[in-house]
């Protein structure tokens, strides 16, 4: 079975940096889109950053695009997302998930990814 565990998670002040990561298992990791997804209390979940580890290519929300960066280390097993300029609006539960195929972005609905993390806490206080 496919497994994902996210950690890295905490409380920052606006500005600070954190780096999340996601350990995959039972799976190809290279053949896989890998995406981070984000989730406020009352809110919809929205995607954040999506990878593709077979072609190389990753794509980011508008809302991060030049503060944060998907990463992937295929030798680990593990995706990254440095989070840089953190604001109070980045606030939120974040988890990984994973789907198979290379249509692979942070636009695509959380309900065609197959597999998801527990999740991690990122607070940001002002």
């Known amino acids: 079975q496919v497994q994902l565990v996210e950690s890295g998670g905490g409380s920052v002040q606006a500005g600070g940096s954190l780096r999340l990561s996601c350990v995959a298992s039972?799976?190809?990791?290279?053949?896989?889109?890998m995406a981070w997804f984000r989730q406020a209390p009352g809110e919809e979940r929205e995607g954040v950053a999506a990878?593709?580890?077979?072609?190389?290519?990753?794509n980011l929300a508008d809302s991060v695009k030049g503060r944060f960066t998907i990463s992937q280390d295929n030798a680990k097993n593990t995706l990254y997302l440095q989070m840089n300029s953190l604001k109070p609006e980045d606030t939120a539960m974040y988890y990984c998930?994973?789907?198979?195929?290379?249509?692979?972005?942070?636009?695509?609905?959380?309900?065609?990814?197959?597999?998801w993390g527990q999740g991690t806490q990122v607070t940001v206080s002002s």
């Open positions: 998930a994973t789907k198979s195929g290379a249509y692979c972005g942070y636009w695509i609905p959380p309900a065609n990814y197959d597999y």
């Open positions: 039972g799976y190809t990791y290279s053949t896989y889109c």
């Open positions: 990878a593709y580890t077979g072609g190389g290519f990753s």
